[in-house]
Structure formats: structure tokens, C-alpha cells
T-cell receptor
């Protein structure tokens, strides 16, 4: 059984560049979430998908951020024109939704640490 | 929106002692309260959770209690071991909203 995987694990970029991260959820999970975590803080919700539909976006998700989940499996998070304030750990999580699943157990990947110089 | 406060921010205990971490939440509609353990360089790991229809849940050395009236919940770790050293986060969510709102974390250090 493989858990949630994320790629790359680390990314260093210069301000103004675009970056893209990938997340592969647990195989049977139909919900996928993106969170951002800055040093010394808890994760903050960015967006989530159920299958391929993006159902909620946080106000933290500025128009420089875009997320996709084209086939309801893996997801990508792109940040355009990166700024130093984008430096953070970007975490992906997945969960299973269904008629018999009432609550929201989310399982996290190892994260992608982004450093913007 | 939901606000989750967590304390203490750091906690140091001797091996074998108990550790207690407390969280309060603001939205009375919240009904799901997970706890995560995060080790350095890793993603958060779900260790235990509690639903609003129960007051206490236990799993070996870990227990969580929930007081809906006071809107607070706590994590209890008994017989602590050095490998329990990590940052612990509480979180909350409510029916109809999938996002978890996290506390700011507690760094637990277990001294051998």
C-alpha cells in the first residue's frame, strides 16, 4: 500500500519563475486537498477536489495559483510569477468520500518544500 | 470562519511521564477533530481522531477527550517515549466543509 506521494520534495527557484508540483493520492481516494505550511505554523487549506471537480478554494489561493486534477487521479499545483512570500511547504492530502463515509480522514503526503530566492 | 487555538506551544516531559495538549475551537458546528504528529521533514501523520458524538476515544497510549459545551478537546499521551518527540497539531472541521482548520502546533520533547 503506497501512501500519498509528492514530487519534487524540494524546489528552489528565483522570484518571478513559475513552478509546478505534483501529488499522487492514495489510489482509491476520490478527494484530494492542497495545504500550505509555513515555518512554525499549522497547515492552511488552499483547495480541494472531489474526483476532477475543484469544489472549494481558499482566499489564500491568489490568481497566481492554479490547481488541476484532470482525470480525477493525480493533481498539479502551479504557482506563476513566484514571490518570496510563497516560500513554504506545500502539502497534499487525500481522503475517501462516499455514502458510508461521514467523516473526513485526511492522509498527508511528505510535502514539497519551496524556496523562492 | 473556524479558529482553532492550541497550547502549550512547547512541552518537555521526562520519559515515562504523561503529556497533555489542549485545543479550543470557535465554530459550534464543528464535528470532527483529528490529531496529527509531524516529524522533521515529513508530512503530518494522523494519529487519532474523535467525532462529536463521543466524549472520549483511546488507542493504546493515546487518548483524546472532547467537551462540546466548552468547545475544547485534548490529546493525552501516557508513558511517553523518546520517539513521541515531534510537533503535534490539532484540527477541526464541520459537516459540509472538507477543509481542516489546524492549530499552531505543540512541540513535544521527551527527555530520556
Amino acid at each position: 500500500d503506497t501512501g500519498v506521494s509528492q514530487d519534487p520534495r524540494h524546489k528552489i527557484t528565483k522570484r518571478g519563475q513559475n513552478v509546478t508540483f505534483r501529488c499522487d493520492p492514495i489510489s482509491e481516494h476520490n478527494r484530494l486537498y492542497w495545504y500550505r505550511q509555513t515555518l512554525g505554523q499549522g497547515p492552511e487549506f488552499l483547495t480541494y477536489f472531489q474526483n476532477e471537480a475543484q469544489l472549494e478554494k481558499s482566499r489564500l489561493l491568489s490568481d497566481r495559483f492554479s490547481a488541476e486534477r484532470p482525470k480525477g487521479s493525480f493533481s498539479t499545483l502551479e504557482i506563476q510569477r513566484t514571490e518570496q512570500g510563497d516560500s513554504a511547504m506545500y502539502l497534499c492530502a487525500s481522503s475517501l468520500a462516499g455514502a458510508s463515509v461521514t467523516y473526513n480522514e485526511q492522509f498527508f503526503g511528505p510535502g514539497t518544500r519551496l524556496t523562492v530566492l | 470562519g473556524e479558529n482553532v487555538e492550541q497550547h502549550p506551544s512547547t512541552l518537555s516531559v521526562q520519559e515515562g511521564d504523561s503529556a497533555v495538549i489542549k485545543c479550543t475551537y470557535s465554530d459550534s458546528a464543528s464535528n470532527y477533530f483529528p490529531w496529527y504528529k509531524q516529524e522533521l521533514g515529513k508530512g503530518p501523520q494522523l494519529i487519532i481522531d474523535i467525532r462529536s458524538n463521543v466524549g472520549e476515544k483511546k488507542d493504546q497510549r493515546i487518548a483524546v477527550t472532547l467537551n462540546k459545551t466548552a468547545k475544547h478537546f485534548s490529546l493525552h499521551i501516557t508513558e511517553t517515549q523518546p520517539e513521541d518527540s515531534a510537533v503535534y497539531f490539532c484540527a477541526a472541521s464541520k459537516a459540509g466543509r472538507r477543509a481542516l482548520t489546524f492549530g499552531s502546533g505543540t512541540r513535544l520533547q521527551v527527555q530520556p
